[in-house]
């Protein structure tokens, strides 16, 4: 029907890949690969898990099925231009494939996700980055079918359009987003959790609750002026299919977080399920202020001289894992936020503390209170300054949250340089 430009949306979207879920369903992924109508795949995972044997495990299940398979241990943890670049060159240089297939967290899958995009389409990498980053330019063609086998609970890339990405010379994090990238299978098997560390599950984990937190306290999507089909965007604002996945995860995730970073093997399996909803929630719904400001945070550490190792991870640099980056001011940001719609900032902190622990902090700061507990419980930093982050540090930190734009958009309310600043400052020290 005709609008008026400020005519409200009335329609939202609502995509998701496939799923397989369960103990052992990776052992059926020949099956699914073939059902495709591939005859070839790209194994697609880092270093560190090709080790582990589930890589080989996956290209053995993918054989035995008639395909044939190479292995590339190409992706780096927390994946940067110049890595990705140098896996799109790696496949490029090998026979050509008809699927690719991710095999471990985010970063595996990231970079997969870039594989697939430039086996198929023109141009280099920045062409296709976000702007004002880089070009935001969208695929001209199909990109190869991916599929997705995570081995961390958290990132939910197996669910999402996004590709997420250090831009080194910028010292910023951003991504690549475009529905063709969303994978067409997720095969989500919990056994492939058994070997994450505490650490890695502490902060994987945070990444689950923030893409929960953020979807359901996104604006909704008739907040929005009302768009042509063109003009819509995977990240469409808070809607009653989001609402759904996000509440579920956060309930799982009441239950289970702490448990599955102490090793219990039911929690752990509640965990990868509870990735799996955020992320079919927030690959809709988008996130917004938290996840903003994880992008500079996790993309400046390099400059800082900083002696900071995250627990469990192999690095020989100062490193933010993407979780603990989002959740180092996901507690000030939610008090932030909490005017725009206190009621469902209070009903998630009453999903999230179902034994009310927290119930008598004052409203605007019980969400916050929440989460700090939880994230001192599980052994997160104690805030931006044990990271090696000081007050001098704040202004690059807003200028680069600020270049994210596409997910300051979702924010509940209007987020200025002077709110960022504000959120920044008071995430120095959580405790």
């Not at 907040?223 to 990240?235: A, I, L």
């Not at 579920?248 to 399996?269: P, S």
């Amino acid at each position: 029907m005709p609008t008026s430009p400020h005519t409200p949306e009335s329609v939202f979207t609502y995509a998701a890949p496939r799923l397989k879920f369960g103990p052992g369903a990776v052992t059926e992924i020949g099956h699914d690969v073939a059902g495709l109508g591939a005859r070839s795949a790209l194994v697609v995972t880092d270093p560190r898990l090709a080790a582990t044997g589930h890589p080989e495990r996956v290209a053995k299940a993918l054989r035995t099925a008639g395909l044939r398979v190479d292995v590339h241990d190409s992706a780096a943890v927390e994946p940067s231009d110049v890595s990705l670049a140098a896996a799109v060159e790696r496949a490029k240089g090998a026979a050509p494939f008809d699927a690719v297939v991710a095999v471990g967290g985010g970063s595996s899958i990231d970079t997969a996700k870039a594989v697939s995009l430039l086996l198929t389409n023109p141009g280099e990498l920045m062409d296709y980055v976000n702007a004002p980053v880089g070009g935001g330019r969208a695929p001209e063609q199909p990109v190869l079918p991916l599929v997705a086998v995570p081995t961390t609970t958290g990132t939910g890339a197996e669910s999402t359009t996004v590709c997420v990405l250090d831009v080194l010379a910028s010292q910023v994090k951003t991504g690549i987003s475009h529905e063709r990238l969303r994978p067409v299978l997720a095969v989500v098997d919990p056994e492939l959790t058994a070997t994450q560390p505490a650490g890695v599950t502490a902060s994987a984990g945070m990444d689950i609750l923030c893409h929960a937190l953020e979807s359901w306290t996104a604006r909704p999507y008739t907040s929005y002026e009302h768009k042509t089909p063109e003009q819509r965007v995977p990240y469409c604002g808070s809607n009653p299919i989001s609402d759904l996945y996000a509440e579920k995860a956060m309930r799982l995730l009441a239950g289970a977080f702490r448990g599955a970073v102490a090793g219990e093997e039911q929690a752990r399996t509640d965990m990868a399920l509870a990735a799996t909803f955020a992320g079919m929630g927030f690959g809709n719904a988008g996130v917004h202020v938290p996840h903003a400001n994880a992008y500079p945070i996790a993309g400046r550490v390099h400059d800082l001289g900083s002696e900071f190792r995250p627990r469990d991870y192999d690095v020989d640099e100062a490193m933010v894992p993407h979780g603990m980056a989002v959740a180092s001011t996901a507690p000030a940001a939610f008090a932030m936020t909490f005017a725009a719609n206190p009621q469902r900032h209070l009903t998630a902190a009453a999903w999230l503390d179902p034994q009310g622990l927290d119930a008598d902090v004052p409203e605007p700061e019980r969400l916050s209170a929440v989460l700090r507990r939880l994230m001192r419980d599980i052994g997160q930093p104690s805030g931006l300054a044990e990271i090696g982050y000081g007050d001098a540090d704040v202004d690059g930190i807003v200028s680069g949250t600020m270049q994210q734009q596409r997910l300051l958009a979702t924010a509940p309310r209007e987020v200025t340089e002077e709110d960022v600043a504000g959120v920044v400052r008071a995430s120095m020290h959580h405790w």
